[in-house]
T-cell receptor
Framework: AQSVAQPEDQVNVAEGNPLTVKCTYS??????LFWYVQYPNRGLQFLLK??????LVKGSYGFEAEFNKSQTSFHLKKPSALVSDSALYFC??????????????FGAGTRLTVKP | DTEVTQTPKHLVMGMTNKKSLKCEQH?????MYWYKQKAKKPPELMFV???????INESVPSRFSPECPNSSLLNLHLHALQPEDSALYLC?????????????FGAGSRLTVL
């Protein structure tokens, strides 16, 4: 079964600095990978996804992520953080070779705090 | 319309009550999902409907009963719940059932069981 790990519960950065939120995955075949963001008392909002092709994926609000097959990673990055980026970030994976191809598995989440 | 609408936003119920959570989307999506999210935890999949048929039930207790009356609506019927069932219940939809599809989430229904 597919799984995803987010090794950091909390990431703190200063406004204007680059940010990275880490994610590693485990699947039996090839992965579909996603990043979602959740603001307080809200549902999850889609940021970006990797399906195939270019390893660098660009998404909403200036976020990007790099797929690294050898390291089984899909880290989320942004060159210059904003205070408004402070939120809970979830990495998610689906195994395209799995029978349960409807089943999206989420990581534990990383709380990003951007300080002015 | 690019939203998933969930009602009610907040629900407080006793352990003997019967209530329902409702979810609606008008994006033409053919897959709909219920997730349960406890505080500071990731969403956990409960049910998946694909083309109005239940395709995944993640061993959810029978006190939770899903229903998909049509392609735009998804209900979650609640009966005899326990206090540990208190959580944020998220509905989501996607265009199709395959793995590449992005899920669009509603804002959630926050359930408190007394």
């Amino acid at each position: 079964a597919q799984s995803v790990a987010q090794p950091e519960d909390q990431v703190n950065v200063a406004e204007g600095n680059p940010l990275t939120v880490k994610c590693t995955y485990s699947v039996s075949g090839n992965p579909y990978l996603f990043w979602y963001v959740q603001y307080p008392n809200r549902g999850l909002q889609f940021l970006l996804k990797y399906i195939t092709g270019d390893n660098l994926v660009k998404g909403s609000y200036g976020f990007e992520a790099e797929f690294n097959k050898s390291q089984t990673s899909f880290h989320l990055k942004k060159p210059s953080a904003l205070v408004s980026d402070s939120a809970l970030y979830f990495c998610a994976v689906r195994d395209i070779d799995g029978r349960k191809n409807n089943d999206m598995r989420f990581g534990a989440g990383t709380r990003l705090t951007v300080k002015p | 319309d690019t939203e998933v609408t969930q009602t009610p936003k907040h629900l407080v119920m006793g352990m003997t009550n019967k209530k329902s959570l409702k979810c609606e989307q008008h994006m033409g999506h053919r897959a709909m999902y219920w997730y349960k999210q406890k505080a500071k935890k990731p969403p956990e999949l409960m049910f998946v409907y694909s083309y109005e048929k239940l395709s995944i039930n993640e061993s959810v207790p029978s006190r939770f009963s899903p229903e998909c009356p049509n392609s735009s609506l998804l209900n979650l019927h609640l009966h005899a719940l326990q206090p540990e069932d208190s959580a944020l219940y998220l509905c989501a939809s996607s265009q199709g059932a395959s793995g590449a599809n992005v899920l669009t989430f509603g804002a959630g229904s926050r359930l408190t069981v007394l």
